[in-house]
């Protein structure tokens, strides 16, 4: 893992102990092949922390 989503599972395991509320409407993100399939026609391919970062 890169050191941004180490960073994001922090966040994520410190709002899971503190505030389960919060936590359980937390949107997991997209799939790997939603976010191919979104970003299909742009004329860059994004950095594989976006794709870490969508279900930590």
């Known amino acids: 893992m890169s050191e941004l989503t180490d960073e994001l ?3 994520l395991n410190w709002l899971k102990s503190t505030n389960h509320d919060f ?3 937390y949107n997991p993100g997209l ?3 939603q976010i191919d ?6 004329p860059f391919r994004l950095s594989e922390e976006v794709y870490q970062g969508k279900r930590i």
Do not use: N, S
């Not at 399939?37 to 742009?42: G, M, N, P």
């Open 9 to 11: 599972q922090y966040i």
């Open 31 to 33: 799939t790997r092949q």
């Open 23 to 25: 936590f359980d409407c």
């Open 37 to 42: 399939e979104i970003t299909k026609d742009l």
